[in-house]
Every structure is written in structure tokens, then in C-alpha cells.
């Protein structure tokens, strides 16, 4: 019983790490690549989780996953954000509506599809969602094109100016 979260706490423990470097790697590589290689990384994880019904097989591929999906909703929710065409926070809202729908969703499908065959290709959603990731990245940009200089703030010592008094 207690080896029973493991698999989870290696997924959320790497798209932790992932999170942290993620930012390093677009500015570096651009969304569009990160991207990419996220959804191969999540492919092979989940790939290799349910090729290798082990606990070690298990945790690795979940971590995997982890790792690889680490960037993709701050790539989503960027980009939404800066759709053309659409008021600031329009796009925004409607990726997080979808999300929300999709998680909502997603665990009563595999519930269905494991119900009806076996948990192992319940979870073939995850690999396929991967593959996905591959072929929808293209709509992201392929590096970036501004890096904006850190925002000056009471953290780097600087004070904000006082707002101007109520007339």
C-alpha cells in the first residue's frame, strides 16, 4: 500500500523540476521545440510505464510524464493569452474552461475505456495525448523573440512610487 503513490509522487515531483527549468529551456529553444520534445518525453514515459508494469518501471515512466508535460500548460496558457483578434485575458479564459472541462473528463474516460478493457489501455490515452503534443506544437512559436528584463520591485530593493491621492 504504501508503494501506491509512488508512481503519482515521481510525476508530480518532476513537473515540478520541470517548471523550475522550464522557463530557461523556451527562452532557450523557443515554446515550439520544448514543446515537442515534451510530448515525445511524455509518450516514452507513459510507454514505458505500461510496457513495464514494474514498481521501478512504473515510477520511471510516470516520471517521465511528469517531466515531460511540465511545460506544456504554461505554453498553452501564453499563447492563448496572446491570440490576435482577442481582448487580453479573452483566449486565456477559454484554455482555462477547457482545462477545467478535460479534467473533469479525462478520468471518467479512462475509467470507461478500463471498465470495458484494462486499466493498461485506459492509460494508452496518455501516450496518444503525447503524440498529440507532437503534431499540435506547430501552432507554437519557434523561439523567442524579446526576453524583458526583470521588473524593478521591493525585492531588489527599489520602492514603488505611491499612487496619487484620491481627488
Not at 501506491?4 to 523550475?20: E, K, L, N, S
Not at 515525445?40 to 507513459?46: D, E, N, Q, S
Request: proline content about 9%; overall charge positive; glycine content about 14%.
Amino acid at each position: 500500500a504504501a508503494l501506491a503513490a509512488t508512481g503519482y509522487i515521481a510525476m508530480v515531483g518532476t513537473q515540478f523540476i520541470g517548471r523550475i527549468a522550464g522557463d530557461r529551456l523556451v527562452d532557450r529553444f523557443g515554446q515550439r521545440t520544448v514543446a515537442r520534445t515534451g510530448g515525445i518525453v511524455v509518450a516514452l514515459g507513459m510507454g514505458v510505464a505500461l510496457a513495464l508494469p514494474t514498481v521501478p518501471g512504473t515510477i520511471a515512466g510516470f516520471g517521465l510524464a511528469g517531466l515531460g508535460v511540465a511545460t506544456l500548460v504554461p505554453a498553452a496558457m501564453s499563447e492563448a493569452d496572446a491570440l490576435p483578434g482577442l481582448r487580453h485575458g479573452t483566449g486565456l479564459t477559454v484554455v482555462s474552461w477547457l482545462m477545467r472541462l478535460s479534467f473533469l473528463l479525462s478520468p471518467p474516460l479512462v475509467g470507461l475505456v478500463s471498465d470495458a478493457t484494462s486499466l493498461r489501455t485506459g492509460l494508452l490515452v496518455i501516450p496518444l495525448a503525447g503524440v498529440l503534443v507532437v503534431l499540435l506544437a506547430q501552432v507554437l512559436p519557434r523561439r523567442i523573440t524579446r526576453v524583458l528584463p526583470p521588473a524593478a520591485g521591493p525585492a531588489d530593493g527599489h520602492r514603488r512610487p505611491a499612487p496619487p491621492p484620491a481627488a
